[in-house]
């Protein structure tokens, strides 16, 4: 009976290890675009906009910027968590691991440009520490989390464009209204994590190990998901 009870025990200390890394992003809704602003803190024209020159990315070229926010790390680092939504969402085309993640924690101020590997050599450490330090970093200091995400994934998505020889002509409509670092028009709060009964972290763990996430939209993006997680640059504030 004690190996009975010790078995099951570590089964369950092994089954919470696998659950806390999805925790923070599983229930993330990309929708059918590239942004999932969980924290509520991009604005309704600024995601329009970013959306916009994500679409024309993805279309002309077949790299993607994941832009996500989340409420809470819960516990993890933020280079794991987005390590883990570009793996898990697969971002970038497939073979060709052309994938970004800009991740924002605005509650633990800590933010992370996370690179794959097809763009490690377009997007080197140095110039991801420069989009994070000079172009969101003094907007997130001030509460202005909405025109900093603008600058950081503008930045990304113009230099990526760059390298492939394209121009984005959508990069040339710039959001109408400048923002306070809040939503122009509230948006539905996503429950946090630990208000999820056991049971239903149970099916999203097993949902994600079969490959579908039935938790909000998974995006449009290209099934890549190549991520090494030594290229890219971290910031607090």
């Known amino acids: 009976m004690k190996k009975i009870i010790l078995s099951f ?98 509650n633990e101020r800590k933010a992370r440009i996370e690179v794959g590997y097809g763009l490690e050599t377009v997007l080197p450490n140095s110039y991801t520490r420069i989009v994070m330090d000079k172009f969101m970093i003094p907007y997130f200091k001030s509460g202005d989390y909405s025109n900093g995400i603008y600058n950081g994934s503008a930045r990304l998505a113009r230099t990526i464009a760059t390298s492939y020889g394209v121009t984005l002509n959508t990069m040339s409509e710039k959001p109408k209204a400048p923002s306070s670092g809040t939503s122009d028009s509230p948006k539905s709060t996503k429950p946090a994590c630990d208000e999820y009964p056991g049971w239903a972290w149970f099916l999203m763990l097993f949902g994600a190990a079969m490959g579908r996430n039935k938790i909000g939209g998974r995006g449009h993006f290209g099934g890549g998901g190549g991520f090494g997680g030594s290229c890219g640059a971290s910031g607090s504030w």
């Open 9 to 106: 025990g570590l089964g369950l200390l092994a089954f919470s290890a696998l659950l806390n890394p999805v925790c923070a992003f599983e229930h993330l809704d990309f929708g059918d675009g590239f942004i999932s602003d969980n924290a509520n803190i991009i604005s309704d024209e600024h995601e329009r906009v970013i959306n916009k020159f994500l679409w024309e990315l993805h279309n002309r070229t077949t790299a993607d910027i994941a832009v996500v926010t989340v409420n809470s790390l819960q516990g993890q680092t933020v280079e794991n968590t987005a390590l883990q939504i570009g793996r898990t969402f697969k971002v970038g085309a497939k073979g060709v691991n052309n994938g970004v993640v800009l991740l924002v924690a605005p």
